[in-house]
C-alpha cells in the first residue's frame, strides 16, 4: 500500500517540541511502505518550518527529505480540475487547496492511506475512488 504525506505530518515531524511528534515518528519509523509526496505540499511546510523553527531546520529538513524513499508526486491540469471540483463541492468547510490537490492526487493514484494530523478535513471528503480515507497516525 502507498501512503501520501501531508503538510502537518511533516512538519510535527520536524518539531520535537510539537504534542504530536512522538506519534509521527513512530509512525515514521515503523511505516513499511511507498511514501508520496506532492510537490503542492512542499513550499507550504518549508514556509511552515521556516517561521516556527527557523531557516536552518527548513535546510536541515530538504536535506533529510533528499535522501529518503519517497517520491515526488507533481500535481497535473486533471488534478487541477479535480481540484476546483473538490472546492466548489465542499466550500462550506473552508477545505484549503493543498488538502483538496493531496485528494485529487490520491483520487488519480488510488491512493487510500494519508499520513496526516488534519482529520477534519481528510474525513469530511467522501473521495471517488474508496468509501473513505485511512489516516495515519
Same mark, same amino acid.
Given at each position: 500500500?502507498?501512503? !501520501?504525506?501531508?503538510?502537518? /505530518?511533516? !512538519? ?34 518549508? *514556509? ?20 529518503? &524513499? ?19 463541492? *465542499? ?5 484549503? /487547496? ?18 496526516? !494530523? &488534519? ?12 468509501? *473513505? /480515507?485511512?489516516?495515519?497516525?
Amino acid at each position: 500500500m502507498t501512503a !501520501l504525506l501531508d503538510t502537518s /505530518f511533516l !512538519l510535527a515531524l520536524n518539531n520535537d517540541n510539537d504534542r504530536n511528534h512522538a506519534r509521527v515518528l513512530n509512525v515514521a519509523q515503523t511505516i513499511n511502505e511507498p511514501l508520496v509526496l506532492p510537490t503542492v505540499v512542499l513550499p507550504e511546510v518549508c *514556509y511552515l518550518i521556516a517561521s516556527r523553527l527557523g531557516h536552518r531546520a527548513m535546510g536541515r529538513f530538504l536535506m533529510e527529505l533528499s535522501t529518503w &524513499d519517497s517520491r515526488l508526486e507533481p500535481m497535473t491540469l486533471a488534478d487541477l480540475h479535480r481540484v476546483n471540483k473538490i472546492l466548489d463541492r *465542499y466550500a462550506d468547510s473552508q477545505l484549503d /487547496f493543498v488538502d483538496a490537490t493531496i485528494i485529487a492526487i490520491a483520487e488519480r493514484k488510488n491512493i487510500t492511506r494519508i499520513l496526516t !494530523l &488534519d482529520r477534519r478535513d481528510f474525513t469530511i471528503i467522501r473521495p471517488q475512488h474508496c468509501a *473513505y /480515507f485511512e489516516i495515519l497516525p
